[in-house]
């Protein structure tokens, strides 16, 4: 028997201030974005480069109420999580797929003012 593990870690800013809402169960949920810059050297040119990849986070339960509470745009965040895709129909009718952080461990890292 196999163990399996979905688990993500991201270390990086908001880009934006939380925003929450309420699920079709009316579960409230806390969605952040953060930005994880990964710089590497161009072989040819010799110069440095900077490439940002934005990640979706989503936090229910205790941690909606911690993210609206001291997250703020710019603040730099440890989180642990795990992967979530979605899929739906858009206007089209083409299948369409958003693949999501479910946060389960969040560390402020900015130190508070």
């Not at 739906?88 to 479910?102: D, F, H, M, R, V």
């Amino acid at each position: 028997m196999y163990n399996e593990i979905n688990k993500v870690t991201i270390m990086g800013h908001l880009g934006c201030d939380p925003k929450s809402s309420y699920s079709a169960k009316k579960q409230r949920r806390t969605f952040i974005s953060v930005a994880t810059n990964r710089v590497s050297i161009d072989k040819d040119t010799g110069e440095q480069k900077t490439s940002t990849q934005w990640h979706q986070i989503c936090f229910f339960g205790r941690l909606t109420e911690i993210a609206n509470n001291f997250l703020r745009k710019g603040c730099h965040v440890y989180i642990e999580g795990s992967l979530s895709t979605r899929s739906w129909l858009n206007a089209e009718g083409q299948k369409c797929y958003s693949t999501n952080i479910i946060g389960q461990w969040l560390t402020l890292l900015t130190p508070k003012k």
